[in-house]
Each structure stands twice: as structure tokens, then as C-alpha cells.
């Protein structure tokens, strides 16, 4: 069974670098299939799209934090990463990995999820 | 840019059945396909419709989607209301023109 669990620093401080990795388990991130993404939720607030990776490196990023953003993919170690740079408060977020179904364009399975604060 | 509206929240009782829309701004909703997530309190989101209306494994045929062209909008279906059904459920597709995936507002279901 597919699993994905994100890691990295629950607290980040302003200006900083938000960097998480997303590891994935009981299957292999080598698909023609499949894309991987990042997707957060604000406190109280709805789902917003980060970004996805292809296995290749190929990379799509939501248009308003594109100039912050980069995905990474290590096919050799089955993870992929996300790195936002110059994060505020407004930055503060549960961060989810997903796998993004290339066929319709949406995820299928998801990560538990991790919290990240932005505060000094 | 290509949005998508849902009801803030909607409520039903137990063994009745609920319908949560989700509108298109502009375009042809039926361009690319609609997902649905469903959202329990302090969990992971879960998806319970892919590709307008399939059902992954696992979750029951009470949850059913469909898409309406002449009215640019999806729904999603939950028939014989459970407890365990009280959620936020978010819709979900893609912006083709500039490569966005785009989440609905989000809808949050109370079962009285």
C-alpha cells in the first residue's frame, strides 16, 4: 500500500527557507503515471496547490508562488522536496504531499501532513 | 483566473441525502476532470471522487459525482447520511491555461 509522510522543520523563521521532503513508501516514485505534489491549508482556511514534480523533473508550480518555489525529485532515495523562500506569516500551514493522478489531473492518495510555523 | 464555488455548508439528517455544488467562473467546466476530497476534523484530506464520478476502492457508492455542462458545475452526492460523513468536502480541477490546479471553497457537511 502506498504511503507518503512529509518531514522537515515544524518552525521556520521569517525570511527563511521552508524546506520539506516527502517520502515515499510501498511503491516507486518511477511512473509515467503519476505526478507528485504539494498542496498546504492555513489555519482555518482551505486547500491551495503548491506545486507537482514528474519523476523526470519535470515541474508545474501554482502561478502566485512560483517566484518561491522549487520542487525537487531523488528518484534514488523514492522522495521528493519542497523549498519556499522569503516565507511570512502568511506562510504558516499544515503542508501535504500527495500523488497527482496524470490522467485527471488530481490526487489520489495523501500524506498525514505537517505543520510549519512561521515565527522568530 | 478559473475559480470554483461551493456552498459554505450544508446540513442533513442521518439516512438522507445531500448534494454539494461546485460552480465554474468561467469556461467549460467539463475541459478537465473534477475531483472530490473529503476532510475529516484534524485529518488528512481524503479522495473519495476522481475523474468526475469513479470511486476509488474503499469508499461506498453512497458518495457518487457527476458534471452538468449547461449549468458549468459538478456535484457530489452523499446518499444515506452517516455520522462518520460530517466533513469538509473540497472539489478540485485544473486550469489549463496557466497550468493552476484549482481547489473549490470548500463545503462543510453537518449530519444533525
Known amino acids: 500500500q502506498l504511503q507518503l509522510q512529509e518531514s522537515g522543520p515544524g518552525l521556520v523563521k521569517p525570511s527563511e527557507t521552508l524546506s520539506l521532503t516527502c517520502t515515499v513508501s510501498g511503491g516507486s516514485i518511477i511512473s509515467s503515471s503519476f505526478y507528485w505534489g504539494w498542496i498546504r491549508q492555513p489555519p482555518g482556511k482551505g486547500l491551495e496547490w503548491i506545486g507537482s514534480i514528474y519523476y523526470d523533473g519535470s515541474t508545474f508550480y501554482n502561478p502566485s508562488l512560483k517566484s518561491r518555489v522549487t520542487i525537487s525529485v531523488d528518484t534514488s532515495k523514492n522522495h521528493f522536496s519542497l523549498n519556499l523562500r522569503s516565507v511570512t506569516a502568511a506562510d504558516t500551514a499544515v503542508y501535504y504531499c500527495?500523488?497527482?493522478?496524470?490522467?485527471?489531473?488530481?490526487?489520489?492518495?495523501w500524506g498525514q501532513g505537517t505543520t510549519v510555523a512561521v515565527a522568530s | 483566473n478559473f475559480m470554483l464555488t461551493q456552498p459554505h455548508s450544508v446540513s442533513e439528517s442521518p439516512g438522507k441525502t445531500v448534494t454539494i455544488s461546485c460552480a465554474g467562473s468561467s469556461g467549460s467546466i467539463a475541459s478537465n476532470y473534477v475531483q472530490w476530497y473529503q476532510q475529516r476534523p484534524g485529518s488528512a484530506p481524503t479522495t473519495v471522487i476522481y475523474?468526475?464520478?469513479?470511486?476509488p476502492s474503499g469508499v461506498p457508492d453512497r458518495f457518487s459525482g457527476s458534471i452538468d455542462s449547461s449549468s458549468n458545475s459538478a456535484s457530489l452526492v452523499i446518499s444515506g447520511l452517516k455520522t462518520e460523513d460530517e466533513a469538509d468536502y473540497y472539489c478540485q480541477s485544473y486550469d489549463s491555461s496557466n497550468h493552476n490546479y484549482v481547489f473549490g471553497t470548500g463545503t462543510k457537511v453537518t449530519v444533525l
Open positions: 475523474g468526475n464520478y469513479e470511486r
Open positions: 500527495a500523488r497527482v493522478m496524470a490522467a485527471v489531473v488530481g490526487m489520489d492518495v
